[in-house]
């Protein structure tokens, strides 16, 4: 998800605003510390401009 997020030039603040989250818990989620809801995985799919599989499940299978 950072990766995503910084090819986009959005920091993490910026997301979280976006999304109605806390700046902390985009942190949490980047480094592996917090499993989002279903709704929020959307949000941030959205946000940034890809689908769930490419955000969180491609990633992890590399």
């Known amino acids: 998800m950072r990766q995503?997020?910084?090819l986009?030039?959005?920091s993490?603040?910026?997301l979280?605003?976006?999304i109605d989250v806390?700046?902390?818990t985009i942190n949490l989620i980047e480094n592996n510390k917090y499993n989002p809801s279903l709704d929020l995985?959307?949000?941030l799919a959205w946000?940034?401009?890809t689908d769930l599989n490419t955000l969180f499940w491609e990633e992890e299978s590399k």
């Open 8 to 10: 986009q030039g959005i």
């Open 47 to 49: 946000a940034l401009k």
């Open 16 to 18: 979280a605003q976006q």
């Open 22 to 24: 806390a700046r902390q």
């Open 12 to 14: 993490q603040l910026a």
């Open 41 to 43: 995985c959307l949000k």
């Open 4 to 6: 995503y997020r910084q």
